[in-house]
Every structure is written in C-alpha cells, then in structure tokens.
C-alpha cells in the first residue's frame, strides 16, 4: 500500500490543522493505521492509531484531548484532526499502517509509511 501524508502548514499556538492520509489500494480497510511524528533531532514518536474499523483508537498522552485520529474506509483516507496546537507540536508528521502491528506505538509494528508532512507552529 502506498500512502500520501497532506494538511501540513504553518499555523499560529492555539490554532487547528486536520492532517490527511490517502492510501492506494482496495484493502485499505483491512489496514491498521497510525500517526508518528519526528521533530528535529529528536526520535520518532507515536500519536495516535485506529483500528481498521474504526472502533479502536489510542491516542499518546501529549496530544489526548487536542487531536483526534478518525478514518473513512470509503475514501482511503485517515485523518488527524489537531486542535490547540501547541509550538512543540512542531514536526514533521507521517501517517502509517499495517494489518496487525506487533505494537501499536513502535515504529517497528508498521510496513509502510508515508513521505511526511510539516507542521509548524509559531507561538
């Protein structure tokens, strides 16, 4: 599966920004999927993850309450809805998946990745 991260910007603290995922393929909905992001010099860290139903979500502790992962299996699409944006919510953010991923918050628990998109956030 192929996957197209879009939605990035520049937005101002205390503003709102919903992050895209397109995937290509007809098996998206059998595909877990997950948000990471990466600021600069730092690691890879988890976000967020939904099941490939929808019915599971798991957001981390630094973003619960401000982002929300959602996704529409008709469209190929999964989502993040970001609220509340703060300056350290600056990175770039990759959309993930995988049919069963050995763990929900690890980069090693995904086979694909998409390409990135920036988020900045001024304060």
């Known amino acids: 599966v192929q996957l197209q991260a879009s939605g990035g910007g520049l937005v101002q603290a205390g503003g709102s920004l919903r992050l895209s995922c397109a995937a290509s393929?007809?098996?998206?909905?059998?595909?877990?999927m997950a948000w990471f992001r990466q600021a600069p010099g730092k690691e890879r860290e988890f976000v967020a993850f939904i099941s490939w139903s929808g019915g599971t979500t798991h957001h981390a502790d630094s973003v619960k309450g401000r982002f929300t992962i959602s996704r529409d299996n008709a469209k190929n699409t999964v989502y993040l809805q970001m609220a509340t944006l703060k300056p350290e919510d600056t990175a770039v953010y990759f959309c993930?998946?995988?049919?069963?991923?050995?763990?929900?918050?690890?980069?090693?628990?995904?086979?694909?990745w998409g390409q990135g998109t920036q988020v900045t956030v001024s304060s």
């Open positions: 393929g007809r098996t998206f909905s059998s595909y877990a």
């Open positions: 993930a998946s995988s049919t069963r991923p050995q763990s929900v918050y690890s980069v090693y628990g995904y086979d694909y």
